[in-house]
């Protein structure tokens, strides 16, 4: 009988690391008769401890007994329900039991034969030692299904996954939880929520955050909790590509000139699914390029070798992709990987700009990250952005693109800016395009149209690079499509793709189609250039300073703009907007004043011009010098300036027309707030000159303001509007006092009433 037994127990295979090859046959077998392959990974619970306080000795007689009673152990706890095809001795102590069992084998059958498994082996190994003055000694055991797809990958995964599960024991809730993690990775039970990216000078998406979710109701729903299960479990990658595999399957709504930003965890970087070409062939697939994907690498995690980082870095960019340092200020080198990475954009962690808006010093930190970015041509993307006036404080710094909830949450579709944050931006934009519609005159686009060579989208690309040889002065090539401009082509971008190793191989004889920027600046010919410069300098680094197309109201190819004809131009208009301005005060002069006033002429609604006169001032002057009425004049032009901000209409002018007289146009529902704001507040804004020089009453400075209100068909042109001012301040000055007089108030004059 016992004979019998052992003759049977040898038959299972007793194998060592060196016989993978032998293995990988065994369980390819097994799997192609359908059956469910299994590791059971075995180990003996603190046996180093043993070693310490018995000796070596000791250690390696438990080892040994251990051995000689495990395949009996085995084979009566695993037959049950299948049968074992190995037991391999890994390393030390620890065992792997590849057993096969009927597809029918349940997650709850494979639990129940590994603590019955446990129970036996304890039992067994506790008879057999016999050390004094111990505790019972115990076994650890995990298991993992093989699928089959790749065994040998599978045999190496399958033990990391056991050990997690054997290090937490068979019958606690975590190991629960584990189980039902590493179900999920096999299951890839994950789905991206993504967040909108805006631009905040016209609310468009600049494109979306892809933000990784579990099973919705699950312990893994929140990010948190499914990226620190992956972490305790050594499986970061394995997520990670899992979450890079769902978000890119979500490119095909996106716009050619819309992006998709990644997370890549600077441990996890170097993805083969990445950097050999699958993702370019589903770009493909939907007419984008490599520069719709932006991978952000997180800041909250150190990157320990930046030379061997840098390295797989630049082979994201040789492909085209953009780079984000993401959490900025948030993590363990903001700076020295900004320095080493060189990004596309650096997005700013959230600790930032929270309440930013009440705190100078995270302002000035700010002006620091927006002034930097602009010398290193990056852009800046500030996150975690929740209230409006975090928003407007961003804005005003000069922050151009933002994320958060208040411009919109994370969704399951690429959702667009929400209502209130669109409402916001549209009037503030409205606001900033009158102010600077008032004070700067911009030609339209014609003024500096050029033309370039055009051609058809089927030409070749070896027809292109001629173009380029021929014509050393062009930089530029525009593509059409019956007149209509598709696409463009860069000199520089051409020879970047030519020059790279099958550059010539893989495109030349190919439509230019394949390598044109499909999402080229177009604008039509009256487009005001301010408007266009500032869309031309709001694209990403790559495209900065391609041309500008100019197209007619049939969207048909009229010529090109470059981007330094725009930007001379636009210096030349400062230019002459400085030499017209006041050199004290810096308010526009008399041209601009003159400019302005012909255009409110031409609005439907209500205007008021209010023409503000310094009273005394001369005798000031004279009597306490230049320097002082400087003084004044200067605090007279910034009284002004805060009356308009708090209770101006938005797109309030003020001028200086000369000497003590200024000019204030405001809407009609704001001109007495606006009046009233300077009547109670005059006086004390020149307190201190006043006790500084021991002044008396009735030596005070005063103002009197003339209003006149503009409405359709009373005045054609600023010299009547002037004319009537100049009467109308005349009655202001026979009152005492800092006044507010309209030409309403006036005999004989119609009654308008302008406080709303």
Known sequence: MLSTLMKRFRRIPYISLDKRQWMKAMIRQEVEREKKVV????????????ENR??????????????????????????IKGRIIAIQKLWGDDFAIYTSFSNMMSEEDCQMLSIHFQELAERQLNRQVSFVNREELRVHIGYSEIIGEDIVKEMYTSVKHAVHIAKYGITSEKYAHIRQFHKLLAEENVHMHFMPIIHLPNGEALGWEALARGPVNSLFATPAALFNYAQETDTLFRLEHICRKRALEHIRYLKPHEKLFINLDPRAIDDPFLLRGKVQLLLAEYELTPQNIVFEITERHAITNYAAFRKIIEEYRKQGYMIAVDDAGAGYSSLESITEIYPDFIKLD???IRNIDVDPIKQALLETFVSFADKVNCKIIAEGIETERELETLMDVGVIYGQGYYLGKPDKGMAQLCGKAMNFLRFTMEKRVEQEASILPTPAMTEILTKTISVEKHVKVRRIHEIFEQNQRIESVVVLENDIPV??????????????????????????????????????????????AKRAMARDAYHLYDVVIIIDENGEYIGIVTVQKLLDKMASIKLEMASSANPLTGLPGNVQIERELNQRLKRNDHQVVIYCDLDR???????????????????TANLLREASKWYGSGSDF??????????????????????????????????????KRRMGDGQELSMSMA???????????????????????????????TVFITDCELPGEEQIRIEG
């Open 487 to 532: 696409g463009l082509v860069m000199r520089f971008s051409l020879y970047k793709i030519l020059g790279g190793q099958y550059g010539i191989a893989l495109y030349y004889e190919r439509p230019v189609s394949q390598i044109m920027n499909t999402n080229p600046l177009k604008a039509t010919k009256d487009d005001k250039l301010d408007e266009v």
């Open 39 to 50: 590791m059971f990974y075995i180990d003996i619970v603190k046996l180093t401890e043993i």
């Open 654 to 691: 003020i001028g200086h027309i000369g000497g003590d007289d200024f000019i204030l146009i405001t809407t009609a529902q704001c001109a007495n707030d606006v009046a009233l704001f300077i009547m109670d507040a005059f006086t004390p804004y020149f307190s201190d000159i006043y006790e």
């Open 350 to 352: 959230m600790s930032l």
């Open 617 to 635: 001032f001369k005798w000031f002057n004279d009597r306490y010098g230049f320097e002082v009425g400087d003084q004044i004049i200067v605090r």
């Open 707 to 737: 209003g006149v209100v503009l409405y359709v068909g009373k005045y054609i042109n600023a010299e009547q509007i002037a004319e009537k001012a100049a009467y109308v301040k005349m009655v202001a000055k026979a009152k005492a006092g």
């Open 54 to 79: 018995y000796g070596d000795t000791s250690a390696k007689r438990v080892l040994h007994i251990f051995e000689s009673i495990l395949p009996t152990v085995a084979r009566q706890a695993f037959e």
